[in-house]
């Protein structure tokens, strides 16, 4: 009857210590280590909630703008475009921690990612045809001030700036 106590005890132990494993990150100038419960999360959750978190990965890099207009030619929109869908499409799909805090975190950074996409697309195409620049509709008072500036250009641009 020992033995099989003893035994009992031990695989309790060693069934308690299997569920907790450790996670270990990096920033700047620390490296830090956390332990938590793989029954509730996963390696790859709290990974891709960490890349969530704490990276720029979900940032479009492509450029949108230049400081020279003989750097327009180099600019690209399909380019951004499709840095756009691919981070786009990985954002949403991406399995994080399963939590409102984290859920929502998830949507507002889609909102801001699909917010600078449409903002950067009307900047490229408006490079190119100033026109374009009349179709971006989320910030009306701008469009209302600066449009007709920047499509004129010349003194009217002048005095608007």
Known sequence: MRHLLTTLIILTQTLAFGQTKTF????????????????KYTD?????????WF???FRIST????????HIDSLNVDSFDNEYQKKSDELKHLDIVNSTFWETYRQRKL???DEVY???RITLLGYKNPETLRQY?????????????????????????
Do not use: F, M
């Open 24 to 39: 270990r990150w990096t920033t700047e100038l620390c490296e830090y280590e956390g332990t938590y419960n793989a029954n």
């Open 44 to 52: 790859t959750q709290l990974k891709n909630t960490y890349k969530l």
């Open 55 to 57: 990276s720029d990965y």
């Open 63 to 70: 450029p949108c703008t230049v400081w020279y207009p003989h």
């Open 111 to 113: 909102k801001d990612l």
């Open 118 to 120: 449409k903002l950067g």
């Open 137 to 161: 509709s989320i910030a009306d008072t701008c469009i209302k001030k600066y449009v007709d500036a920047l499509i004129s250009g010349g003194d009217k641009l002048l005095q608007t700036w």
